[in-house]
């Protein structure tokens, strides 16, 4: 998995950037031969398996600006090159953005979270990944950088298909994630399906991310988001607005979030039909409603008078 183990066979040059200006020059210098590499958890496996490789990589690993994760002004900063054993310890993202501590805990290789990106796995864009689908039901933006500067765009505007973003990792860094912090009366929790026969990867990950006023279980704000193996990450628009006028602590609500959620990834063919999993997605609703409801009732005095929309 280190770079070393294929740099000798695959790759001509292999740059460790001490900034993104010179990540971004050496990509430049090498324009349609180099890319960007986070933690290689996915591009080292795949440029051992394809012949096409690229030949130069910038490694932003050690970029210490990419690395960082801050607060300011209600929302937190985390850089793209954070690994999420980085993020399973930061203090601030246990406690200002929990949904990102949970879908770290969600990826159960230690060597994969040791290594992995959020960066890289947002570019990569595959429906499954942990990272992806929790920034998506926070609402984050995202910050790319390239030679001609930095623009913030919306998370969810950068995915095209399953493996497939509007990243150009040959020119552009995935620099900052920009997420609200999290408020009293404000729930997130994530769960997921387990990987199907030899898959590695959960087969479907989902984020539920709501809003409670004070004294009231009828949320003023739902962010649903999923993905699977089979799709790119998405929200789930239609099922937020359904949630919004019903009491998170009603059996009903269960019942129908977890069948409006199992006939949407019918639909999208979000799963292999054959494996027969659709019917364990309503549990998997409810426990991940269950868990947000709790953290959203934990703070006691909820005050959360933020925007209702994420
Ligand atoms: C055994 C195994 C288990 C896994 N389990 C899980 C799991 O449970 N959940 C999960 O979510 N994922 C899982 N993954 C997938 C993978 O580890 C993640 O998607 C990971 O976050 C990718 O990040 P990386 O830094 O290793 O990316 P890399 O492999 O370095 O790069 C992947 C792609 O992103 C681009 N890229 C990387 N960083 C940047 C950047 N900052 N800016 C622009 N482009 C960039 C690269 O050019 C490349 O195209 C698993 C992978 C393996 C091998």
Redesign the pocket.
């Known amino acids: 998995m280190h770079p070393h183990q294929t740099r000798k066979r695959t790759i001509k040059g292999y740059y460790f950037a001490s900034s993104i200006q010179e990540a971004i020059a050496y990509l430049m210098a090498h324009h349609g031969e180099s890319?960007?590499?986070?933690?290689?958890?996915?591009?080292?496996?795949m440029m051992q398996q394809k012949r096409d490789m690229t030949p130069y990589l910038a490694d932003?690993s050690r970029v210490s600006s990419?690395c960082r994760v801050a607060e300011n002004d209600g929302e937190i900063v985390v850089g793209?090159?954070n690994t999420?054993a980085r993020l399973q310890q930061s203090d601030t993202i246990r406690a200002r953005v929990p949904l990102l501590c949970q879908a770290a805990e969600?990826?159960?290789?230690p060597q994969?979270r040791r290594?992995?990106?959020?960066?890289?796995?947002v570019?990569?864009a595959?429906g499954?990944?942990?990272?992806?689908v929790a920034l998506m039901a926070l609402g984050a933006e995202v910050e790319i950088t390239n030679s001609t500067g930095s623009q913030w765009l919306p998370i969810h505007s950068l995915f095209v298909k399953r493996g497939v973003s509007r990243?150009d990792?040959a020119t552009?860094?995935?620099?900052a994630f920009r997420i609200p912090a999290r408020r009293a009366g404000q729930g997130t929790a994530m769960a997921s399906l387990p990987a199907a026969g030899a898959q590695?990867?959960?087969s479907l990950v989902l984020a539920i991310n709501i809003k409670l006023n004070k004294g009231s279980v009828v949320p003023h704000g739902v962010a649903l988001a999923v993905g699977s193996t089979d799709s790119a990450p998405a929200r789930l628009d239609e099922i937020e607005d359904e949630l919004l006028d019903l009491a998170l602590d009603d059996a009903k609500t269960y019942d129908i979030l977890g069948e409006a959620i199992r006939a949407d990834a019918v639909e999208q063919h979000r799963l292999d039909a054959a494996d027969g999993a659709y019917d364990d997605i309503p549990a998997l609703a409810a426990q991940a409603l269950e868990r947000a409801l709790d953290m959203a009732l934990s703070d006691g005095s909820s005050t959360s008078t933020g925007p209702t929309t994420f």
Do not use: D
């Not at 890319?35 to 496996?45: H, K, N």
């Not at 552009?172 to 620099?175: A, C, G, N, S």
């Open positions: 890319q960007v590499i986070g933690g290689g958890t996915l591009l080292l496996p932003v990419i793209g090159g999420f969600q990826i159960r290789s994969i290594l992995a990106t959020l960066g890289g796995n570019v990569s595959y499954n990944a942990h990272g992806t990243v990792s552009e860094i995935v620099t590695w990867r959960s």
